[in-house]
């Protein structure tokens, strides 16, 4: 069983850029959770997608955008960067129930550090 | 809103104390409780979790108890070793929406 997979792992833009991020899930997980981790902080959610669908969002702007694709993998896409966007940015694949009820633990990858200059 | 408060750190022992950090939640239900860690360089790793009142989670000789009265989740092990020293986020989630709140984190250093 593969764990949760991302690329790239290191990444420097400068402001107003736009950034794509990957992210594979966990073999048999349906579900992906994008979370953003500034310096010395907590993850913050930024949004969710189950069955290429977005589940859930957290408060982040319309330019924080996703994707989930048929084999489940996903990208993180933040257009028209800014300095305080500089962070770890971390996936988690999981696997939700037929219902809204989620029943299993998300399991997450290394992370991408995305510098902004 | 639903919120995670750890105890701030660092936190520095030597090896083989015990240790104790400390964590309450604030939530409008019944969260599920999570511990994970994060070793340099590495995304998280899932330490233990509970899922309803009482419950206990363990792995690894660490152990932490949900308390609904306190509404905590300190997270306890009886004697750390040099390779515990991370950073240990405490979290919860509402199974409604499966996103996950995390606290801000506690590093550990542990000294031999």
């Known amino acids: 069983e593969t764990g949760v997979t991302q690329s790239p792992t290191h990444l420097i833009k400068t402001r107003g850029q736009q950034v794509t991020l990957r992210c594979s899930s966990q073999?048999?997980?349906?579900?992906v959770s994008w979370y953003q981790q500034a310096l010395g902080q907590g993850p913050q959610f930024i949004f969710q997608?189950?069955?290429?669908?977005?589940?859930g969002r957290g408060n982040f702007p319309p330019r924080f955008s996703g994707l989930q694709f048929p084999n489940y993998s996903s990208e993180l896409n933040v257009n028209a960067l800014e300095l305080d966007d500089s962070a770890l940015y971390l996936c988690?694949?999981?696997?939700?129930?037929?219902?809204?009820?989620?029943?299993?633990?998300?399991?997450f990858g290394p992370g991408t550090r995305l510098t902004v200059l | 809103g639903d919120s995670v408060t750890q105890m701030e750190g660092p936190v520095t022992l030597s090896e083989e104390a015990f240790l104790t950090i400390n964590c309450t939640y604030t939530?409008?239900?019944?969260?599920?409780l999570f511990w994970y860690v994060q070793y340099p360089g590495e995304g998280l790793q899932l330490l233990l979790k509970?899922?309803?009142?009482?419950d206990k989670g363990s792995n690894k000789g660490f152990e932490a108890t949900y308390r609904k009265e306190t509404t905590s989740f300190h997270l306890e092990k009886g004697s750390v070793q040099v390779s515990d020293s991370a950073v240990y986020f405490c979290?919860?989630?509402?199974?409604?929406?499966?996103?996950?709140?995390f606290g801000k984190g506690t590093r550990l250093h542990i000294l031999p």
């Open positions: 979290a919860l989630r509402m199974n409604r929406d499966d996103k996950i709140i």
């Open positions: 997608y189950y069955r290429e669908e977005e589940n």
């Open positions: 939530a409008t239900g019944y969260p599920s």
């Open positions: 073999s048999g997980h349906n579900t």
């Open positions: 988690a694949s999981s696997s939700l129930g037929g219902g809204p009820i989620s029943t299993d633990t998300q399991y």
């Open positions: 509970a899922t309803k009142a009482d």
